[in-house]
């Protein structure tokens, strides 16, 4: 029995909780907020600094080792969770008001936010969009817009 337990445990770390798509990445790398933290509390336009370590910024459409472009998730689940999480892994990741592309290889951005409560995170995309395997992504921040 305690072997059975064992290789059933061997199988889920084995297991990548993590796909992404097909573009390796630095595990390694880090993206992460350069000036905010959770529980901030700002003012609208909010500047979002992006920061990367580990790994470089090129545009959308670059195909470069261990590079990509930022991507900043806006009031959504974190990436891979909610209802698309698995598509949006393998296929890449959707370009709407929750989901900005910064495919000029942008390392900023200034937005207008409603007063309330925000989630952002960075995630880290290939040349086509697709987060890298493994993703490189940010923690879920929130903020509060006064
Ligand atoms: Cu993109």
């Excluded at 061997?10 to 573009?23: D, K, R, Y």
């Excluded at 790994?55 to 261990?66: H, I, L, Q, R, S």
Aim: with cysteine.
């Amino acid at each position: 029995m305690r072997i059975l337990i064992a290789s059933i445990a061997a199988c889920l770390l084995s297991a990548p909780v993590f796909a992404g798509g097909e573009t390796p990445s630095n595990p390694d790398a880090q993206v992460y907020f350069v000036n905010l933290s959770d529980g901030d509390t700002v003012t609208s336009p909010v500047t979002v600094v992006f920061g990367l370590n580990g790994m470089g910024v090129a545009p959308a459409g670059t195909e470069k080792e261990n590079t990509g472009h930022h991507h900043l998730l806006i009031d959504r689940p974190a990436l891979g969770e909610g209802e698309d999480g698995a598509d949006e892994l393998s296929y890449g990741i959707p370009s709407d008001d929750n989901h900005l592309h910064f495919g000029g290889g942008q390392t900023e951005v200034t937005l207008e936010l409603a007063p309330g409560p925000h989630t952002l995170q960075l995630v880290l995309g290939d040349h086509g969009h697709v987060p890298h395997a493994t993703p490189i992504v940010s923690d879920v921040i929130t903020i509060t817009v006064e």
